[in-house]
């Protein structure tokens, strides 16, 4: 059965640190990948997207990820990490392909930034 | 563009009570989503449509629950009767393509339905 994990529910930084996101997924085959970010009160907003190519995807407000095969992972990844990047962030997985288009979510992880 | 717009933001009602939940996607999306989130389940798809004729309903719960797409700019969720597991938050999201995940999809705020 096709799934997401995101093994942490709640991680906390330094502003200021570095910050890697954990996602794994079980799927059949390629899978499109993606990262969404929720904001308190809001909905959720497209952070990147991976369906081919480069492994190594860039996103908006300085993020990026890396799709490993080998590990079915796609971690999120930023360098520097500020107190507005505090928020929900979800790991989704779509079928490659497919005309359905329904993503599949993980549980997501909550990331609080220290001052 | 106004982004996908929900109605109500916030709904408190009694068990038993009819709750209608209502969405307009972004203009020329073509693709029409109802999602809920629970602490407990996180965010499960409930229904989708393309050019507002339902594909997959797998998600919805049970009968209680029904949605309807009159028209490209106009969705709504209905439960009736609701019950407080209920509870949660249902977003609408949109998405111009029909055909596979590639394009982005577009969420709502969100509507927070107590029920009591």
């Known amino acids: 059965a096709q799934s997401v994990t995101q093994p942490d529910i709640h991680i906390t930084v330094s502003e200021g640190a570095s910050l890697e996101l954990r996602c794994n997924y079980s799927?059949?085959?390629?899978?499109?990948l993606f990262w969404y970010v929720q904001s308190p009160g809001q909905g959720l907003q497209l952070l990147l997207k991976?369906?081919?190519?480069?492994?190594l995807v860039q996103g908006i407000k300085g993020f990026e990820a890396e799709f490993k095969r080998s590990q079915s992972s796609f971690n999120l990844r930023k360098p520097s990490v500020h107190w507005s990047d505090a928020a929900e962030y979800f790991c989704a997985v779509g079928p490659y392909g497919g005309s359905q288009g329904n993503l599949i979510f993980g549980k997501g992880t909550k990331l609080s930034v220290k001052p | 563009d106004a982004g996908v717009i929900q109605s109500p933001r916030h709904e408190v009602t009694e068990m038993g009570q009819e709750v209608t939940l209502r969405c307009k996607p972004i203009?020329?999306?073509?693709?029409l989503f109802w999602y809920r989130q629970t602490m407990m389940r996180g965010l499960e798809l409930l229904i989708y449509f393309n050019n507002n004729v339902p594909i997959d309903d797998s998600g919805m719960p049970e009968d209680r629950f029904s949605a309807k797409m009159p028209n490209a700019s106009f969705s709504t969720l209905k439960i009736q009767p609701s019950e407080p597991r209920d509870s949660a938050v249902y977003f609408c999201a949109s998405r111009r393509g029909t055909s596979g995940p590639t394009d982005t999809q577009y969420f709502g705020p969100g509507t927070r339905l107590t029920v009591l």
């Open positions: 799927y059949g085959a390629t899978p499109y």
């Open positions: 203009s020329g999306h073509n693709s």
């Open positions: 991976y369906f081919s190519g480069d492994t």
